[in-house]
């Protein structure tokens, strides 16, 4: 009994579960057009720890997927081509040297820059207050903008992440998990923060 | 060819960026047509009589619900008010544990409904909301539209001071329950049938307790030869079914915001010896596995499922009441453990600072075109026979009316627990039940009446004399507590856990006492006893 209450198994408790979580994120991100849905679940899940509602991976993952799947792939059908067009821009204006396309580069490099922390609350604000999809992007965008600590914080996070990703690309086989945790912890600090900083 | 692309790239972002603020352009465009179809909308309403509207008016209103209702929508109660009014309300239905943060984000983006039902509005939010004008001054519209609220506030005067923000004006709508009940919100209940299984009396002090736990955890009360045996399990830091009853033992009781009043003076619970007293002595118990640790982490869910199991493994456990964990078919099993002798010889039971009035209930917004036909809504409910059934369930559900048209309990299906069943049918929100109307409107249900007997038999004879009373502080004061309290709470809760999980009290509270001193609580404690001064003067 006493060896299931302690902190070491509690921690290893965890680490497993991280794991697993990461395991059914893989598996349910392998379509490919399933990524944003499979994101979802996985803040789902990781948001149901957080509010302690201990109930294990499975389910709530199977859970917040199906329940989420349609608005996720909505917001596929909206992110990835804007993603992909502002990014083809970046690289074409990066082959031109005109003045213009100094100032356009500018200007889309800015609104990827949004795109980016926008999407990083993106999935925090859409498991933790179930809002239709246009208010789900617009509160993100809101959130982020007016929360610069957390969402610088986020940006060091992510750049991190993507550094080590790319370094090691193994390590998405079980570091996904921990790296959305800790968005999640730090969007949720946010989230607490609106109504104080108000 | 590539600058159209980068144009349309930019316009893509622009536009999904911008549905922002166009929505609120809308929105203003609206408000001019509106401004011209007044005379139309005054047609429309009826200042007296019901429908409040000849054609169907819809509003859209915010709330949260409780874990097991549906949509308000799909409650009967809802839609016979619909009926009658002809308002149809749009419903927002936040589930509790997300709702203080939608909330606030709501108001932050001012992205409003046209009210909160069941706002659960802090003080804060309401001066400050009130402050920015987000949410509007009622009392005009309550003279004009609403009869019920001022009989109401006619009979208790205490209840409309109460609500009145120090600025002058009332910005939300109360609620009142007054049935005598809220003071003792922690009810610890035992399995006697499993103490006549091993012998053992009833006990009187915590050491008999303890001892009792220790039979329970040993002695497999349930016959199933496993070790499966929860020996007392609660609420950490919840309203009810805490532990602060269990430290009053010591002396002194907790609660959940770990402050009492003795004597006019305000104390704040945690910086007290008894408190360090009581923590060492149950980290004990915590560390002989007599006290569940998921106590600290559960919800409320599952610590009923765990009454529910089968075969019983709960040995006693602290609620509201005894039947809501165990459910109807076992709560024989169990009685309510008297208060217990602590080791210095106290025998205490603490007056909770929950009053049975409360502010907040509903506020209207600066978005909403129609405040009066909302106030009449509201108005609706503040009818003492319709707050009966907004609260308890409505009338062919959990009610029949007798010959007097009094509103009595009918009989529940079988294995139905009442709070449950509540909780699916019964929106709460703003209503006021006022003590006369117990008995003449709406029959006190066999539950309260049980719960008042028994408070009146076990515990009111050991109950603190003096509680800490709903006073509504100034903004600069709520800006202070607002800016101390959490930080302290949270340390102090935070800090209480770990100690009970993992103990540490006795060499950490030297730097615990000088942490929170340097986190304010001098200060805050200040503005409590002033305010609490204040008050005392002014009766």
């Not at chain 1, 990835?80 to 990066?94: C, D, F, G, K, R």
């Not at chain 1, 795109?115 to 809002?131: G, K, R």
Request: hydrophobic share 40%.
């Amino acid at each position: 009994m006493a060896f299931f209450h302690s902190r070491l198994y509690q921690a290893a408790e965890k680490m497993v579960n991280l794991l697993l979580l990461n395991f059914l994120w893989v598996l349910a991100s392998l379509p490919i057009i399933t990524i944003f849905p499979s994101t979802i679940a996985m803040f789902g899940v990781l948001r149901d720890w957080h509010m302690q509602k201990n109930e294990g991976v499975w389910k709530p993952f199977i859970r917040h997927f199906v329940k989420n799947f349609k608005i996720s792939l909505v917001m596929t059908v909206i992110w990835v081509p804007l993603a992909y067009i502002l990014v083809t821009n970046l690289q074409i204006l990066n082959i031109l040297h005109s003045v213009t396309s100094v100032i356009m580069a500018f200007v889309i490099g800015l609104l990827v820059f949004i795109l980016i922390y926008t999407t990083m609350y993106l999935f925090p604000v859409m498991v933790h207050f179930d809002l239709p999809i246009i208010q789900l992007i617009k509160n993100a965008f809101f959130i982020a903008s007016s929360q610069w600590k957390s969402t610088s914080i986020g940006l060091v996070i992510l750049l991190m992440s993507g550094f080590f990703l790319y370094q090691f690309p193994a390590l998405i086989i079980f570091a996904t998990s921990i790296i959305s945790y800790l968005i999640y912890q730090n969007c949720y600090s946010a989230f607490k923060n609106i109504g104080a900083s108000y | 060819m590539l600058k159209k692309l980068s144009y349309f790239g930019c316009w893509m972002l622009f536009l999904l960026l911008f549905v922002a603020c166009s929505n609120d352009d809308v929105a203003s465009e609206k408000d001019e047509q509106d401004s011209g179809n007044d005379k139309e909308i005054s047609d429309n309403f009826n200042k007296e009589g019901l429908p409040i509207v000849d054609e169907k008016v819809s509003l859209h209103f915010v709330s949260p619900k409780a874990p097991l209702a549906p949509d308000y929508n799909e409650m009967e109660i809802i839609q016979r008010l619909e009926d009658k009014t002809n308002v149809h309300i749009e419903w927002d239905n936040i589930s509790g544990d997300g709702y203080e943060e939608r909330k606030n984000l709501m108001f932050a983006s001012d992205e409003l409904p046209d009210a909160f039902y069941h706002a659960e509005f802090s003080d804060y939010d309401i001066v400050r909301y009130g402050r920015s004008g987000q949410i509007i001054p009622l009392e005009d519209l309550i003279e004009e539209h609403a009869p019920n609220l001022q009989k109401i506030f006619e009979k208790r005067p205490e209840l409309k001071s109460m609500v009145t923000a120090p600025d002058g004006h009332i910005y939300s709508l109360p609620r009142a329950e007054e049935m005598g009940l809220v003071a003792v919100p922690n009810f610890t209940s035992i399995n006697t049938k499993w103490l006549d299984e091993l012998g053992l009396d009833m006990p009187t002090t915590l050491e008999e307790y303890g001892d009792v736990l220790r039979a329970f955890r040993d002695q497999d009360p349930n016959n199933t030869g496993e070790d499966d045996v929860i020996p007392l399990s609660y609420m950490h830091n919840f309203w009810t079914g805490n532990f602060g009853d269990m430290f009053a033992a010591f002396g002194v009781p907790d609660n959940t915001e770990h402050r009492i009043v003795r004597d006019g003076e305000v104390i704040f619970t945690a910086t007290q010896p008894e408190y360090k007293e009581a923590i060492e002595y149950f980290h004990g118990w915590v560390e002989e596995g007599l006290i569940d640790d998921e106590s600290f982490i559960q919800d409320v869910s599952q610590y009923f499922a765990k009454g529910k199991t089968d075969p019983p493994t709960l040995g006693s456990y602290i609620w509201w009441e005894t039947e809501e964990i165990v459910g109807p078919e076992r709560s024989d099993d169990y009685e309510l453990l008297p208060p217990l002798e602590g080791p210095n010889g106290h025998k205490i039971v603490g007056r909770s600072n929950n009053s049975e009035y409360s502010r907040g209930a509903f506020a209207i917004t600066s978005a909403n075109e129609h405040p009066e036909i909302t106030m009449r809504w509201v108005d609706q409910i503040y009818d003492p026979k319709m707050s009966a059934q907004m609260s308890w369930g409505p009338i062919g559900i959990i009610y029949e009316e007798d010959e007097n048209g009094m509103l009595v309990n009918k009989e529940l299906e079988e294995g139905v627990a009442m709070g449950e069943l509540r909780q699916k049918v019964a929106p709460n929100g703003p209503t006021v039940v006022l003590e006369e109307d117990f008995g003449t409107v709406v029959d006190m249900e066999p539950r309260a009446k049980q719960r008042l007997k028994d408070i009146q038999e076990i515990y009111e004879p050991y109950l603190e004399e003096e509680s800490f009373p709903q006073i509504f502080f100034s903004e600069e004061e709520l800006d202070q507590i607002n800016r101390l309290e959490v930080d302290i709470l949270e340390f102090v809760n935070q800090k209480q856990a770990s100690w009970l999980l993992n103990g540490g009290v006795e060499e950490e509270w030297d730097s615990y006492i000088q942490q929170l001193e340097s986190m304010g609580l001098h200060e805050l404690m200040q503005i409590y006893q002033d305010g609490l001064d204040r008050f005392n003067e002014n009766l």
